[in-house]
């Protein structure tokens, strides 16, 4: 667990992101989203996916 901390807090200091909600890493509706436009979606089965991006 110490290291994904640490892992993390680097992450965090690299990157330019004062709101963490918008980065897709963090966030479920935009990764749910990102998911749903992608080709793995359209071979899924789990079409619920794509109803939720489009709700989202």
């Known amino acids: 667990m110490e ?3 640490r892992e993390l ?3 965090v200091r690299g990157n330019d992101i004062a ?3 918008v980065a897709p ?3 479920n509706q935009a990764m ?3 998911f749903a436009q ?3 979606a359209q071979q ?3 079409r619920v996916l794509q ?3 489009e709700t989202a």
């Open 19 to 21: 709101d963490l909600s």
């Open 44 to 46: 899924s089965t789990l």
């Open 3 to 5: 290291e994904g901390i």
């Open 38 to 40: 992608s080709a793995a």
């Open 51 to 53: 109803t939720l991006a």
């Open 25 to 27: 890493q963090f966030n």
């Open 32 to 34: 749910i989203r990102e």
């Open 9 to 11: 807090y680097a992450w």
